[in-house]
């Protein structure tokens, strides 16, 4: 397949790399420390309409795309992968309602968010339900012509900040594949509140939080798609496009921490000569500028894959493999930073250590490095048929008669 730049995509990645140049790097160390959120550069990116990027044009975006959005997300978080997230996690929010709102629910939710008018954010996680996303115990029951929601969501990133807020509810616990849907609730509606914001280890520019509901009335017209039991599939999909968003993340990440590695290691001068000259250092920063490229290409080509055939199956299989690799490489990336860094690196007077604390909630979020591996593997067994070609090279002993799983399997050997 082939990857497309568009100059649109390119004009954006500019604009990002302009703003993160000018208003977040400069204050990325200021915003950490006090644990505050960046709303002037939230600001600029509004007012150059990097928002737009997830948005299809006929909501008020620019429909540029996965790549984009990619692109875009990789030029913000070189700069503090905090914001990176800060500003994905808007798409991550977007994402249920774009793939699967009602036409109404998108004229009225979409146009403010490409704007920068109003902040999202995706409530899915609970206290007892993270990697297994079906065991929410959040519950939205009819009363009227409203829904009632009750109990608490945990790690809501942008929690706070944003204003519409797309919230993962059971809604028929009887089902097994029907049991959620998704619901918009706003920012004021009267038993929502952010409980909790979280004191983190990394990304401290952007609010993690608890949403707390307590017989919260949202009207019906908010349930997501207007048809129940839709929710974790659009959870999924969501996932499904939004994972190359935090992979260009990490890319964005490895990629402002070696760059700091190569800078630092030109200048530091150890046995009478800068550090970039000692051949483990050089192999410490070739092996980063390696696993960053890598990478970056898997990240486009999944975002790629999105932007030209959205309902291709495989596009699951190469976000996940996409989000987990970028993520390995960027904790590791960061943590060799660190390393070429000396006793410079340890302290937080540089922001070589940041980018190390901020890395590992990349592993984590937007669903366990675990979690990819298993959509991986799910995705090459279910295409294992068309390796059957190859059975005529694989031991004869192992040519045992298929089995369903946990049912008995005729062995021919004995
Ligand atoms: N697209 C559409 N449908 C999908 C799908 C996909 N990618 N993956 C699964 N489904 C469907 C299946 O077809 C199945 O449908 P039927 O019941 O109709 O057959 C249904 O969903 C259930 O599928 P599974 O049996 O595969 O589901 P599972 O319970 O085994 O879970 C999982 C699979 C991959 C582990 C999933 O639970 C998962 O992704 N967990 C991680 C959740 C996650 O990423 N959480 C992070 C939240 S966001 C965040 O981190 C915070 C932030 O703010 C940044």
Same mark, same amino acid.
């Given at each position: 397949?082939?990857?497309?730049?568009?100059?649109?995509?390119?004009?954006?990645?500019?604009?990002?790399?302009?703003?993160?140049?000018?208003?977040?790097?400069?204050?990325?160390?200021?915003?950490?420390?006090?644990?505050?959120?960046?709303?002037?550069?939230?600001?600029?990116?509004?007012?150059?309409?990097?928002?737009?990027?997830?948005?299809?044009?006929?909501?008020?975006?620019?429909?540029?795309?996965?790549?984009?959005?990619?692109?875009?997300?990789?030029?913000?978080?070189?700069?503090?992968?905090?914001?990176?997230?800060?500003?994905?996690?808007?798409?991550?929010?977007?994402?249920?309602?774009?793939?699967?709102?009602?036409?109404?629910?998108?004229?009225?939710?979409?146009? +403010?968010? $490409?704007? /920068?008018?109003?902040?999202? =954010?995706?409530? %899915?996680?609970?206290? &007892?339900?993270?990697?297994?996303? *079906?065991?929410?115990?959040?519950?939205?029951?009819?009363?009227?012509?409203?829904?009632?929601?009750?109990?608490?969501?945990?790690?809501?990133?942008?929690?706070?900040?944003?204003?519409?807020?797309?919230?993962?509810?059971?809604?028929?616990?009887?089902?097994?594949?029907?049991?959620?849907?998704?619901?918009?609730?706003?920012?004021?509606?009267?038993?929502?509140?952010?409980?909790?914001?979280?004191?983190?280890?990394?990304?401290?520019?952007?609010?993690?939080?608890?949403?707390?509901?307590?017989?919260?009335?949202?009207?019906?017209?908010?349930?997501?798609?207007?048809?129940?039991?839709?929710?974790?599939?659009?959870?999924?999909?969501?996932?499904?496009?939004?994972?190359?968003?935090?992979? +260009?993340? $990490?890319? /964005?990440?490895?990629?402002? =921490?070696?760059? %700091?590695?190569?800078? &630092?290691?030109?200048?530091?001068? *150890?046995?009478?000569?800068?550090?970039?000259?000692?051949?483990?250092?050089?192999?410490?920063?070739?092996?980063?500028?390696?696993?960053?490229?890598?990478?970056?290409?898997?990240?486009?080509?999944?975002?790629?894959?999105?932007?030209?055939?959205?309902?291709?199956?495989?596009?699951?299989?190469?976000?996940?493999?996409?989000?987990?690799?970028?993520?390995?490489?960027?904790?590791?990336?960061?943590?060799?930073?660190?390393?070429?860094?000396?006793?410079?690196?340890?302290?937080?007077?540089?922001?070589?250590?940041?980018?190390?604390?901020?890395?590992?909630?990349?592993?984590?979020?937007?669903?366990?490095?675990?979690?990819?591996?298993?959509?991986?593997?799910?995705?090459?067994?279910?295409? +294992?048929?068309?390796?059957?070609?190859?059975?005529?090279?694989?031991?004869?002993?192992?040519?045992?008669?298929?089995?369903?799983?946990?049912?008995?399997?005729?062995?021919?050997?004995?």
């Amino acid at each position: 397949m082939n990857i497309v730049f568009s100059e649109q995509a390119e004009e954006l990645a500019k604009t990002a790399r302009k703003i993160a140049d000018e208003h977040v790097r400069p204050f990325a160390a200021k915003y950490d420390k006090a644990q505050e959120y960046n709303f002037d550069a939230a600001r600029a990116v509004g007012s150059a309409g990097l928002f737009r990027t997830f948005i299809p044009e006929e909501y008020g975006g620019n429909g540029a795309g996965i790549l984009a959005l990619a692109r875009v997300t990789e030029q913000l978080a070189q700069a503090d992968s905090g914001f990176g997230v800060a500003f994905a996690v808007n798409a991550l929010g977007s994402f249920p309602i774009i793939l699967g709102g009602t036409e109404e629910q998108k004229q009225e939710w979409l146009p +403010a968010i $490409a704007n /920068g008018d109003k902040m999202v =954010a995706f409530c %899915l996680s609970e206290k &007892y339900a993270g990697s297994d996303a *079906q065991g929410l115990s959040v519950t939205a029951v009819e009363d009227g012509d409203d829904y009632i929601i009750n109990g608490e969501k945990k790690w809501t990133t942008n929690g706070g900040v944003a204003d519409i807020y797309s919230v993962f509810c059971v809604t028929d616990p009887s089902s097994k594949s029907r049991r959620i849907s998704a619901i918009v609730v706003e920012k004021g509606t009267p038993g929502f509140e952010v409980k909790k914001v979280e004191d983190k280890m990394g990304i401290r520019c952007v609010p993690v939080v608890e949403t707390h509901f307590d017989n919260v009335r949202v009207p019906k017209r908010n349930l997501i798609g207007g048809r129940l039991g839709m929710g974790f599939k659009h959870a999924m999909a969501t996932l499904d496009y939004a994972r190359p968003g935090v992979a +260009a993340q $990490a890319v /964005g990440a490895a990629q402002g =921490a070696l760059d %700091l590695a190569i800078a &630092y290691s030109n200048r530091r001068k *150890q046995f009478g000569a800068p550090i970039s000259s000692h051949q483990m250092v050089q192999a410490m920063l070739a092996d980063m500028a390696m696993g960053t490229e890598a990478a970056r290409w898997l990240v486009y080509r999944a975002a790629a894959g999105i932007d030209s055939n959205p309902t291709d199956v495989t596009n699951s299989k190469l976000a996940a493999m996409a989000k987990c690799f970028s993520t390995d490489v960027a904790m590791k990336v960061a943590t060799d930073a660190v390393q070429v860094f000396g006793g410079y690196g340890f302290m937080e007077d540089y922001p070589i250590a940041k980018f190390f604390r901020d890395a590992k909630i990349l592993q984590i979020y937007e669903g366990t490095n675990q979690v990819q591996r298993m959509v991986i593997a799910r995705h090459l067994i279910r295409a +294992a048929g068309s390796l059957e070609h190859l059975n005529e090279y694989i031991p004869q002993e192992t040519q045992l008669t298929y089995a369903e799983p946990g049912q008995a399997v005729e062995n021919h050997n004995t």
